[in-house]
């Protein structure tokens, strides 16, 4: 089916366009205006998308829309085109949803700000890139909105780029990506070099890319391997994480749309896009499975220790991201992007709250200046409360299902293991800590901010408090989609998405899942009592030590202070990084720029033309304007010449 | 009968007595007349040829270079005049303006 | 045997001359010192039967274009022009050394050109006119007249050139002869 999809990516470029270059005459509301419609527009154009789509047969649910011919070098054709399946709908109903929601809740929190107007600016251009990046129908497409979105992480990043740490931070962002963005050209050059074609409808064709790769092959291997490592750079996975904690120094609702909701998602679309190609490398799989359980309990630990409250959330977002990998990885395609959506509703929640919590602040980020907040902000309380439920997986909100789907997975499938399993459950019983030991410690228990902050509390605009609200509910159904069919569900969302994950063999595991349904059954019943129950017991543990015995959490802190101090130094890697990598790299360059540049190249040039002047001077005294010197020589070479003409005649 | 041979030694040596005079006199006059010395000695030398050749146009030549070194001995006193005028002295060392 | 003399007298004069007209600082002598040497050219000339082109050497050469010479270094007023500063003697012997080797040249190439069989004896008996006022001017005016006429052109230009050259501006002014 034809239908003009560009209209979907057009308005946040035309907003981008209209704000960035008439920024200087633009008033606020007018501002805000473009910036909000035009991000609402597409979320609207995305529904009707959606709707056409749904009104497909199952098996044919495909809407193309070619703009236009882009590369035509021979062989080498690439087009700006999209393409709309279940997949890329999901996509961009998330991505243009909950960006519209950020737009109007950044009217309030950046009211203050100066730089108002190219913050929205910024903000459009990235849900133009993002929403590229998701509708392309190609993988050369896909990388520019991926490029495009690492540029404006990097922009929003170092919004306030007066300040040395967020300048700094924006830069390792940028920096990190590129190492990953290396390794996703890579793999593109290998999947164009076999297959012939960048396009999604060719190389991810399971009869094409059967005929070009062996499967378990080296070269299938490599490709998947490569991209997935651009997918740990753009998604916060070891070892290419470490830039996403340093990017809390951007806005707060910058950290809710960027670094929670949709760009750090980006890798996992990518690889739940390729279904095809991973399922044909079962080492690539093992690794993005073992790599993404090993970032999520990584992660989750440290921010068991951590104080700002943003760092918390941060090292929140990695963590979640390894169990969407580790759901690729286990052949849950669909529980992985499930877990995408849900989380990105509870996670903006979390951070937009958050926002609201340093806005009332007056800029505190530290939780332990907090507390008692919850008589004096009730709706940021409550909306946040319900996030918090959601992301720990407490039965009937969203993130009990994406969460559970992805535990049961990694233990039932054919790629999962029980150790994955184990690792990701132990995970879900550190989030729940760490998130109640966040909620207790900033909502809960006395005020220990200072009094003139303490007077200055109050609960935040309806501009943002609407958003947190719709967040909320968002957080609370948005689960409903992908009821498993233990509870009864149909599981609509899988069933959805199933044309898309053609390399998934469902046909084995549905027989797999007839033969023994009953014994299948309850199992994935008692494993999800189980996390349950874990989750309630760490629930009571953030209670026990953050509300009625305080005193016990300073005293663990001094019994295991060696362990304390590496996790609250995030297991000291960036330090490792710095001296490892970065240190060398800026010792070489200085070498090569003050020994090198300098002394020999400059060198070389410069002697080159002292050698001339000196040539030049010691020529000159043959310019002596003596005329008889002239005659002299005249003289001499006639008898040169006569010599010659002796010699040789 | 007088060997050609004895003419054309002469001859050089006019000449070489020529150039001499060029590069050794510092007297611009003195360079001019050493020049029509060297034009005379090669008129020597090629009558000196005409001779043993039995053909007249070498003298046909030598009489042009008369015509010639005419012309070239009014024009260059014209400018040994106009140098003079200027500078008030006809030392060929004085004129070195090309000089660094 | 006569002419022999009459050959190494002239000779001698001839180069003689040229070497002190070179060496002298009077001007006005060089002049005289050359006119000697032309003269003494004028005797080998007629030696070798080139009898108008001899006298032409006298007339013109030595009769208008030296007496030219001496006019404009009378003109000039140059008697008490001083030569002075030094010439290094190293600088005039080498310039010497320059002179002499490019007489060995001149030397070398003229017995490579005037072949031995040639050289030691002069040619066969000339006609009678050879070298006369008649021959040459024929030869001038039939073979040659193309030159003839260009040469006169040539004569013009330098004529043109001269008397521009000389031009005195009305600025300046000249001592008096």
């Not at chain 1, 959805?496 to 309850?522: I, N, Q, T, Y």
């Not at chain 1, 304390?564 to 990598?581: M, Q, S, W």
């Not at chain 2, 039995?54 to 014209?78: M, P, Q, S």
Request: charged fraction near 10%; include cysteine; charge should be neutral.
């Amino acid at each position: 089916m034809e239908q003009p999809l560009y209209l979907i990516p057009l308005f946040p470029l035309i907003g981008f366009l209209l704000n960035g270059l008439l920024l200087g005459r633009l008033g606020k509301k007018t501002i805000s205006f473009i910036a909000c419609t035009s991000v609402g527009l597409s979320f609207l154009f995305g529904m009707k998308f959606f709707f056409d789509l749904l009104s497909l047969p199952e098996t044919a649910r495909i809407i193309e829309n070619v703009f236009f011919t882009w590369i035509p070098a021979g062989q080498f054709h690439v087009n700006v085109a999209f393409l709309l399946d279940p997949l890329s709908a999901v996509m961009v109903l998330v991505v243009s949803g909950v960006s519209f929601i950020i737009h109007i809740y950044s009217i309030g929190y950046m009211h203050d700000d100066a730089g108002y107007g190219r913050y929205f600016t910024y903000l459009n251009l990235f849900v133009f890139s993002m929403l590229m990046l998701v509708l392309a129908d190609n993988y050369l497409l896909m990388f520019v909105g991926w490029e495009g979105v690492g540029l404006c992480s990097y922009l929003l990043i170092g919004f306030w780029f007066e300040k040395k740490s967020a300048s700094d931070a924006g830069k390792k962002a940028f920096i990190v990506n590129r190492i990953g963005d290396f390794g996703f050209l890579l793999g593109m050059f290998i999947i164009f070099w076999q297959t012939g074609s960048l396009d999604f409808k060719t190389a991810l064709d399971p009869a094409v890319a059967h005929s070009v790769f062996a499967v378990g092959g080296g070269m299938i291997t490599a490709a998947t391997l490569l991209m997935f490592l651009g997918a740990t750079g753009k998604s916060a996975q070891i070892p290419l994480y470490v830039w996403l904690p340093d990017a809390m120094e951007g806005p707060t609702p910058v950290s809710a749309l960027i670094h929670a909701a949709t760009m750090v998602t980006a890798g996992v679309y990518m690889i739940a896009r390729s279904n095809v190609l991973y399922m044909m490398a079962p080492a690539t799989m093992a690794v993005v499975a073992i790599v993404g359980v090993a970032t999520a309990i990584f992660a989750g630990s440290i921010a068991l220790a951590q104080n700002d409250i943003k760092r918390v959330l941060a090292y929140s977002t990695v963590s979640q991201l390894g169990y969407m990998f580790t759901a690729c990885g286990v052949a849950a395609f669909s529980a992985g992007i499930f877990h995408l959506m849900t989380h990105a509703f509870f996670k903006a929640l979390l951070f937009l709250g958050s926002g609201s919590v340093i806005h009332a602040m007056a800029g505190q980020q530290d939780m332990r200046y907090m507390g008692g907040l919850k008589k004096r902000m009730p709706i940021t309380f409550w909306t946040f409360l319900i996030a918090t439920l959601a992301i720990t997986g407490i039965p009937g909100l969203s993130g009990f299902f994406s969460k559970d789907e992805i535990l049961w997975k990694s233990f039932s499938s054919d790629y999962g293991s029980i150790w994955i399993w184990l690792i990701g459950l132990i995970t879900a019983g550190m989030t729940a800590f760490y998130m109640f030991r966040l909620v207790f410690l900033t909502f809960y228990g006395e005020e220990r901010m200072d009094s003139h902050t303490r007077e200055h509390l109050h609960e935040s605009p309806k501009v943002m408090t609407v958003p947190l609200s719709i967040l909320a509910v968002l957080s609370v159904i948005g689960g409903y989609v992908g009821i498993p069919h233990i509870l009864g569900g149909d599981n609509r969302f899988e069933k959805f998405l199933e044309p898309v994950m053609k390399g998934v063999h469902h046909s084995v595991e549905g027989e797999h899942a007839l033969a023994s349904a009953a014994h299948d059954g309850s199992t994935e019943l008692i494993l999800m009592v189980g996390s349950v129950v874990l989750v309630a017991l760490f629930i009571y543990l953030a209670y026990h030590f953050y509300i009625k015995n305080i005193a016990a959490a300073g005293k663990l802190r001094q019994r295991f202070s060696g362990l304390h101090k590496i996790i609250y130094g995030k297991y000291f890697v960036d330090e490792l990084y710095n001296a490892v990598i970065v240190q060398p790299l800026v010792v070489g360059s200085k070498f090569l720029w003050k020994i090198f540049d300098v002394l020999i190249i400059d060198g070389f040039i410069n002697g080159m033309a002292v050698i001339i002047g000196d040539m030049s001077t010691g020529l000159r005294p043959a310019q002596s304007g003596i005329l008889r010197t002239y005659t002299t020589i005249f003289l001499v070479g006639v008898i040169v010449i006569l010599g010659i003409v002796l010699i040789f005649g | 009968m007088i060997p050609i041979g004895h003419f054309l030694i002469l001859s050089a040596m006019l000449f070489a007595v020529g150039a001499a005079g060029v590069i050794i006199s510092r007297n611009l006059l003195i360079m001019l007349m050493s020049i029509e010395l060297m034009l005379n000695a090669a008129n020597l030398a090629i009558i000196a040829f005409s001779r043993m050749n039995n053909i007249v146009d070498g003298h046909v030549f030598v009489f042009i270079v008369f015509a010639v070194a005419a012309a070239e001995a009014a024009v260059g006193l014209a400018i040994i005049i106009m140098i003079f005028r200027n500078r008030e002295s006809i030392n060929a060392d004085n004129f070195s303006l090309l000089k660094r | 045997m006569l002419d022999l003399i009459i050959f190494y007298f002239a000779a001698v004069i001839a180069v003689g001359a040229a070497v002190m007209m070179i060496m002298q600082r009077n001007p006005v002598a060089s002049v005289l010192y050359l006119v000697v040497s032309l003269v003494a050219q004028a005797i080998l000339y007629v030696q070798l039967n080139a009898l108008f082109v001899g006298a032409l050497l006298i007339i013109i050469y030595t009769g208008a274009i030296l007496v030219l010479f001496l006019f404009v270094i009378m003109l000039l007023n140059l008697r008490g022009e001083h030569f002075g500063g030094k010439q290094s003697r190293m600088g005039r012997a080498s310039k010497i050394a320059i002179t002499v080797i490019l007489f060995a040249e001149m030397v070398a190439i003229f017995k490579q050109v005037a072949i031995p069989e040639r050289i030691g004896t002069q040619a066969a008996a000339v006609a009678e006119d050879f070298g006369s006022v008649e021959m040459v001017a024929s030869h001038l005016f039939k073979e040659y007249l193309y030159p003839f006429e260009l040469t006169s052109i040539l004569l013009l230009v330098a004529i043109v050139g001269a008397v521009v050259l000389a031009k005195r501006d009305k600025t300046e002014k000249m001592e008096d002869a």
